[in-house]
């Protein structure tokens, strides 16, 4: 069964910072992974979504990695700004007939002006 | 403008009357599925269907049924809503991935369930 945990569970940063968050998943066997954005009690955005056989994809100040083999993606975010602030999840894309994504518990982030 | 559209929004409900959340797409996606997102459990599959007239369960599909007879829809039906249904509900769309085309997913915004 596909577990994927977020790292850290929060994140509280001044504006301007670098920053990574991570994701890991336990069984390599995906078709891709995506990163979403949740701003609180609202929909998911799509932010980044990486093919299995990508190593990364940047839109703008995100860039997402991929490292299938080791079951580990990290999502960078330059340049913060308070804006940024809402919970990132990380879901992967199972190669089970079932398709279906198996999302990580996210990562709150806090970007302070 | 491509989207998942659910309704409604937001429902209050009370134990035990049928309630149904809809959900259409304009994608023409063949993958469709149903989460429900609870605080400290993360997202989790309810249902899901490939195709028309094709559905099957995911991880928590006790308490709810699913349609699938045309492409763009596919409601959630609660036939007798409880308490422990109390959640946050997003519907999702995405071509399949074994037809060989992009399989970004994309998600409803939402419909905020309380049961009563």
């Known amino acids: 069964k596909q577990e994927v945990t977020q790292i850290p569970a929060a994140l509280s940063v001044p504006e301007g910072e670098n920053l990574v968050l991570n994701c890991s998943f336990t069984?390599?066997?995906?078709?891709?992974l995506q990163w979403f954005r949740q701003d609180p009690g609202k929909g998911l955005t799509s932010l980044l979504l990486?093919?299995?056989?990508?190593r990364e994809q940047t839109s703008g100040r995100l860039n997402a990695s991929l490292d299938k083999s080791s079951g580990r993606s990290t999502l960078y975010i330059a340049a913060s700004q308070p804006g940024d602030s809402a919970t990132y999840l990380c879901?992967?894309?199972?190669?089970?007939?079932?398709?279906?994504?198996?999302f990580g518990k996210g990562t709150l982030l806090t970007v302070n002006p | 403008e491509a989207q998942v559209t659910q309704n409604p929004r937001y429902l209050i409900t009370v134990t035990g009357k049928k309630l149904t959340v809809t959900c259409s797409q304009n994608?023409?996606?063949?993958?469709m599925s149903w989460y429900r997102q609870d605080p400290g459990l993360g997202l989790r599959q309810i249902y899901y269907?490939?195709?028309?007239?094709?559905?099957d369960k995911g991880d928590v599909p006790e308490g709810y049924k699913v349609s699938r007879k045309e492409k763009r829809n596919f409601p959630l039906i609660l036939e007798s809503p409880s308490p422990n249904q109390t959640s946050l509900y997003f519907c999702?769309?995405?071509?399949?991935?074994?037809?060989?085309?992009?399989?970004?997913?994309?998600f409803g915004q939402g419909t905020r369930l309380t049961v009563v």
């Open positions: 999702a769309s995405s071509f399949r991935v074994d037809r060989g085309r992009g399989t970004e997913a994309f």
């Open positions: 069984d390599s066997a995906i078709y891709n």
């Open positions: 990486i093919q299995s056989s990508q």
């Open positions: 879901a992967v894309r199972g190669s089970g007939s079932n398709y279906k994504l198996t």
């Open positions: 994608m023409n996606h063949e993958y």
């Open positions: 269907s490939m195709n028309v007239e094709v559905t």
